[in-house]
C-alpha cells in the first residue's frame, strides 16, 4: 500500500461519512466566526456542519449557516491574500455612494460595484470591508447589509476624527511626560489628576502610561515634573479637595453678635493651654468662701451668645462641625474674628457658661450652679512654661512657686480625689503626649508624659462639668449630644447612657464650642436651661440625629489627616536630622516605636523579640508622597530608659 493511500484511508477512517476527495478537488469556505472572517479547507460535509481545517492548520467544526462563500482551485494563503488587497483597494465612501438606503447581501452590492459576478475572493474582498467599516455599513444578518443614513454617518465620521486627534494628543502627552515635563493642559486640572481623576480623559490615561512605563506612583511622575510645589503640598492639598474645595478661608460677612449685657463674675480666672493654642475654651478660679469652704469655678467660652441656629455663620460651622488640627497649622470652625470676640484672653471680661462647685475642706462636693456672665481673665497660663513648676516632684512637696501656684495646687488635690473616686486613678506616666512645632520648615518634635498635676487638673475639671452638665440635661427632658462607652466601644447618642472609659454615668461634649460644633450645639441647651428659655433643639429633633452622624464622620476623617500629617512631620525629621539609625521599642512581632517620635513601623526583618525589647534600625528609603520608609535590623540593645 502506498503512502498515499495510507493517508487517504486513515482520513476516512478519521471522516467516515466523508467523501475523499484529492487535493485538486478539495473544497475550501471561506466563514464568520467569533465576529471575524476566515477560510478553510473542508475535510468534511455533514450537512448542517463542516470539519475544516484552516490555514494555520487548525481544526474546527463549522456550522454551514456561517459559510458565506465556497471556493477551489486557490490555496487558503493565495485567497486571503488576494482577499485584503480587494478589501484595501475598496472606498468605503465611494461604495457607500453606490449601495443606496435598502437593505442588500454582499453578493447583489459585487456584481453591482464589480460589474460582473464576482470572484470568490474579490467577494471576501468586500465583505471585509462592508464588515470593516460599520460607521458606513450596519450588519443585518448573515452577509447582509444596509447604508448609514447620512446624519448617522457624518456623526461617526466626526467622532474617528475626533478620537485620532485625542489619540495624537495623548501620545504627545506621553512623550512629554516621558521627558518629565509637564503638559500645560495639565495644570489648570492637576488637583483633579492628583486627587479624583477622570479615568475616561486623555490627560489621566497618558499620566497612567506614563506612571506605568516610569514604575511611579503618578503623584512621583507629577513630582518629578515640577507639578508639585512641595510633597507636604500634596497631602495638604488632597485633604483640602475632599473636604473644602472651596477653600478653607471664611467670608467676610460672617460675624458674631454682642452677647449682650451680662452680670460680670466677682473671680480671677486663668485658663491653661499649649503655647499655639488660640481658641481657649475653659478656665478656673479658686475663691475662698465665708464659711470656710471652696468655690471652684470652671469657666467655658460662650460663642452660642453671638449667633443663633440656622444663621449664615452657624451654617458655615455646621458644615465644618471641627477645628482641624495638624503640625505647623490648623483649619478653624469659626472666624479668627469671633474667635477673638469669643475666646478667654487675658486681661479681658469675657462672656461665659460657668459652672461653680462648692467644696469642703476635706476636698468633698456640697453643691455645684451654673450661670452665664462675663468673666474676668487675668491670665492664660502656658503648659510648656508652667509646668516648669507646676509638676509632679513640686506637687508632692505641697510648694508650687509661679502664678496661681496655690490655687493650682488645691485644684490638682481635687482632680485627684474625683480621679479617685470614678475609679481611674493611673499610678504611673507611661504614656507619651508628643507636640509638633513648625518653624520656617523646620520641626521640633516635644516629647511629654501623659497624666502631669497639668493634664489631671485640666482633664478632671471637664470631666465633672461634662459629667454634671449632661445628667442636668437630661432630668430636665432636654435633648443633648451625648458620649457613651461599653465594651471598648465609644459612640455618640441623643439619649444618656454611662461611659465605662471614664467611669461615669452620662457624659457630653459641652467643654469645646470654639472648637467643635456638638459642644457648640450642647452649649446652647444648656443657655435655654438656666436662662428658662425653650431649647433650640426641642424633643425628637431629627436635626440633632444629622448633626450628630455628620460630626462622627468628619471628627474621624479630620483626625486620621491629623495621624497622616504627624507621620509626615516625623518622617521630615528623620531627614532633617540626618538619621540613618535609630533606637526603638518593639511593640509586638515587626512593630516597633522609633525612639522620641511618635513613628510606628513595621520591621520585617526583626527577630523574635518580646514586647519591650529595644533594638537598633537601619534607616533608609525614606518617602514623603508615600509616607514610607524602610527599615532594616542591626542589632537588639540593652534595655534602658529613654
Known amino acids: 500500500m502506498t503512502g498515499h493511500a495510507s493517508r487517504i484511508i486513515a482520513r476516512s477512517l478519521f471522516f467516515p461519512s466523508t467523501p475523499l476527495f484529492t487535493p485538486q478537488q478539495r473544497m475550501n469556505v471561506f466563514f464568520e466566526e467569533d465576529g471575524g472572517f476566515k477560510a478553510g479547507t473542508v475535510l468534511a460535509d455533514n450537512n448542517s456542519s463542516l470539519q475544516v481545517e484552516t490555514l494555520h492548520g487548525k481544526r474546527a467544526k463549522v456550522k454551514a449557516a456561517a459559510v458565506l462563500i465556497r471556493f477551489e482551485h486557490l490555496t487558503l494563503s493565495q485567497f486571503m491574500a488576494e482577499a485584503h488587497k480587494v478589501s484595501g483597494e475598496i472606498d468605503p465612501a465611494f461604495l457607500w455612494e453606490c449601495c443606496g438606503e435598502a437593505e442588500f447581501s454582499f453578493e447583489q452590492l459585487g456584481r453591482e460595484y464589480f460589474g460582473r459576478e464576482p470572484k470568490a475572493q474579490e467577494g471576501a474582498g468586500l465583505l471585509m470591508r462592508l464588515h470593516a467599516t460599520p460607521t458606513h455599513f450596519y450588519k443585518k444578518g ?134 499655639t493654642t488660640t481658641e481657649i475654651d475653659d478656665a478656673f478660679s479658686v475663691t475662698r468662701l465665708a464659711n470656710g469652704n471652696w468655690q471652684v469655678g470652671v469657666h467655658i467660652a460662650a460663642p452660642a451668645l453671638g449667633f443663633t441656629v440656622g444663621s449664615p455663620l452657624d451654617v458655615e460651622a455646621a458644615k465644618r462641625l471641627s477645628t482641624v488640627y495638624f503640625p505647623g497649622n490648623k483649619i478653624t470652625m469659626l472666624p479668627d474674628s469671633v474667635i477673638d470676640q469669643y475666646t478667654l484672653s487675658e486681661g479681658r471680661d469675657r462672656p461665659a457658661l460657668s459652672m461653680y462647685v462648692e467644696v469642703t475642706p476635706e476636698l468633698e462636693i456640697v453643691g455645684n450652679r451654673s450661670a452665664v456672665e462675663r468673666v474676668g481673665i487675668a491670665a492664660n497660663l502656658r503648659s510648656d512654661t508652667l509646668e516648669l513648676a507646676f509638676n509632679q516632684e513640686q506637687v508632692t512637696a505641697g510648694q508650687v512657686d509661679c502664678p496661681f501656684g496655690a490655687e493650682l495646687l488645691l485644684l490638682w488635690r481635687i482632680a485627684t480625689r474625683l480621679e479617685q473616686r470614678r475609679g481611674k486613678e493611673e499610678p504611673g506616666l507611661t504614656r507619651s503626649d508628643y507636640n509638633f512645632y513648625v518653624d520656617d520648615d523646620r520641626v521640633r518634635i516635644v516629647e511629654r508624659k501623659r497624666g502631669s498635676p497639668t493634664d489631671r487638673v485640666v482633664s478632671e475639671l471637664m470631666i465633672l462639668v461634662n459629667t454634671e452638665w449632661g445628667r442636668q440635661l437630661a432630668v430636665n427632658e432636654i435633648p443633648a449630644l451625648y458620649r ?159
Open 142 to 275: 448573515k452577509g447582509r447589509y444596509k447604508a448609514a443614513p447620512p446624519d448617522a454617518l457624518k456623526s461617526a465620521l466626526a467622532s474617528i476624527e475626533r478620537k485620532q486627534k485625542q489619540a495624537a494628543q495623548q501620545a504627545r502627552y506621553l512623550e512629554q511626560l516621558g521627558r518629565f515635563e509637564l503638559p500645560e493642559e495639565f495644570r489648570p486640572m492637576l488637583k483633579e489628576l492628583l486627587y479624583r481623576p477622570d479615568r475616561s480623559t486623555i490627560e489621566f490615561k497618558a499620566l497612567d502610561q506614563a506612571a506605568a512605563r516610569e514604575r511611579l506612583a503618578i503623584p512621583k511622575v507629577l513630582e518629578k515634573c515640577g507639578a508639585l510645589p512641595s510633597s507636604h503640598d500634596y497631602h495638604c492639598g488632597r485633604f483640602l479637595f475632599e473636604y473644602f474645595p472651596r477653600g478653607s478661608g471664611f467670608d467676610t460677612v460672617l460675624t458674631a453678635a454682642d452677647p449682650g449685657v451680662l452680670e460680670t463674675a466677682e473671680v480671677t480666672a486663668f485658663s491653661i493651654d499649649d503655647a
Open 484 to 642: 457613651a462607652q461599653g465594651n471598648g466601644k465609644v459612640k455618640m447618642s441623643t439619649l444618656p447612657a454611662p461611659h465605662q472609659g471614664l467611669g461615669v454615668s452620662q457624659y457630653i461634649w459641652a467643654s469645646s464650642p470654639l472648637r467643635r460644633y456638638v459642644d457648640l450645639v450642647n452649649q446652647r441647651q444648656l443657655l435655654a436651661l438656666y436662662r428658662h428659655e425653650t431649647p433650640p433643639y426641642p424633643p425628637k429633633d431629627e436635626r440633632l440625629l444629622v448633626i450628630l452622624r455628620d460630626f462622627e464622620l468628619a471628627y474621624e476623617s479630620y483626625a486620621e489627616f491629623q495621624r497622616n500629617m504627624e507621620r509626615y512631620w516625623c518622617l521630615r525629621w528623620l531627614i532633617q536630622e540626618g538619621a540613618a539609625t535609630a533606637e526603638a521599642e518593639v511593640l509586638r512581632e515587626e512593630l516597633v516605636r522609633i525612639d522620641r517620635i511618635p513613628l510606628v513601623v513595621r520591621v520585617p526583618s526583626l527577630p523574635p523579640l518580646a514586647p519591650g525589647k529595644r533594638v537598633e534600625l537601619a534607616i533608609s528609603d525614606i518617602d514623603l508622597i508615600e509616607l514610607t520608609l524602610h527599615c532594616e535590623f542591626k542589632r537588639q540593645t540593652d534595655e534602658i530608659a529613654r
